[in-house]
């Protein structure tokens, strides 16, 4: 998105099925509702989706419909002032939203002068200064064959779908408008925003620097998180926040790897008065995990978790499409399901301890509380 313009990607996002070629909206969204077909897309911080569900039997018309809103979107008056007026709705909602307001102010705590740390929705100022024009140009800049990336599970063999792969993405340019965006290291280390909120509970989120997807490491950071948070009632910040002490519903953390940097996230909800305590413990084992790492039961248990859990991911065509498509965008290798469960059968006992040594440092958490935290 450009400076001022924040939200774009995610307008048009909400606007490329709102009418496209010959067919305005209503006749664009009659034919989808008609034949059932499923059209949907939309902005995240490093990616603009799409999604397409369809019988076999309209699925030449489903796929025609998608080559239209990629390649001919209309952008007419009333669609684009209903959705706009829409997203700022929403922006009003995530204003009030506690977990939404510590979500934003801990990205822009991380990444104070990056990209990583701009708002993909936008604000209500950015929203209101996107014209049609700069929609348009969009399309036109970053819709093009060379980013794009596939993924179709279902009725349908490689022969049947190469032509109707042709016939709806070659209508887009063969390279898309070159950007930049730079490698960056998270910022805010050992600092604690508390954003006031009349509100009983203290929303609470944090982070650090992670490993990145292609980092060697990733897989032992994998299995050492799952232990630490990412394991839900078998982890141990579950353990000692809930079960111990009561002071929560739910404690996470998870790894977060984006392209330009790797990040290991976490989050908390608690009431105001227990919320300097629930921190405390959650430093408390960040920094135990840290200083002396998980057990060989520990390790065993995760994997056996994280690789007898895999087949879950491949219970729905659309789950199946989703993994496909995410071995793509972070380029794990075509053999990936087959190696996936190796990987983290490798990771050892030693592996496990030296990373997490490295990976979770308590005091570098930068921390967002909103409410009215003791």
Do not use: C
Not at 163 to 192: C, H, I, N, S, Y
Not at 293 to 310: F, I, K, R, W
Not at 353 to 363: I, P, Q, S, T, W
């Amino acid at each position: 998105d450009p400076d001022g313009k924040e939200g774009l990607a995610y307008l048009v996002s909400g606007l490329i099925d709102e009418g496209a070629g010959d067919l305005d909206s209503q006749a664009f969204q009659e034919k989808l509702n008609d034949l059932s077909i499923t059209l949907n897309f939309d902005a995240g911080l490093e990616a603009f989706r799409g999604r397409l569900r369809t019988l076999t039997e309209n699925r030449e018309t489903a796929f025609d419909l998608l080559r239209l809103a990629l390649s001919r979107p209309r952008f007419d008056d009333e669609p684009v002032a209903r959705i706009r007026s829409q997203i700022l709705v929403q922006l009003a909602q995530e204003s009030e939203n506690p977990n939404a307001i510590a979500e934003r102010a801990l990205r822009q705590l991380m990444f104070p002068d990056h990209p990583y740390g701009r708002v993909v929705h936008g604000t209500p100022e950015s929203v209101q200064a996107i014209s049609v024009d700069d929609m348009k140009r969009f399309v036109s800049e970053r819709f093009a064959r060379d980013a794009l990336m596939v993924a179709v599970v279902g009725d349908i063999t490689a022969n049947e779908l190469g032509p109707l792969l042709d016939r709806t993405f070659l209508d887009l340019p063969a390279k898309a408008a070159p950007f930049e965006v730079p490698e960056v290291k998270p910022q805010g280390q050992g600092r604690v925003l508390v954003i006031d909120r009349d509100i009983p509970q203290s929303v609470i989120m944090f982070g650090e620097a992670g490993p990145k997807r292609e980092n060697q490491d990733f897989y032992a950071a994998y299995v050492a998180n799952h232990i630490l948070g990412g394991g839900g009632f078998n982890s141990r910040l579950y353990a000692e926040v809930r079960e111990k002490r009561g002071l929560a519903y739910s404690v996470f953390s998870y790894l977060n790897p984006l392209d330009h940097t790797g990040l290991v996230m976490g989050g908390v909800a608690t009431a105001n008065e227990r919320a300097g305590e629930s921190l405390s413990v959650i430093r408390e084992e960040w920094a135990r995990m840290g200083k002396d790492g998980p057990t060989a039961a520990e390790v065993a248990d995760a994997e056996t978790y994280l690789t007898g859990s895999y087949p879950l991911l491949f219970a729905s065509t659309g789950q199946i499409s989703g993994t496909l498509l995410g071995i793509q965008l972070n380029d794990l290798g075509i053999d990936f399901i087959n190696i996936r469960n190796d990987l983290i059968d490798q990771v050892t006992l030693a592996d496990a301890r030296r990373v997490a040594r490295k990976l979770f440092r308590a005091e570098d958490l930068a921390v967002v509380i909103v409410g009215r935290p003791n």
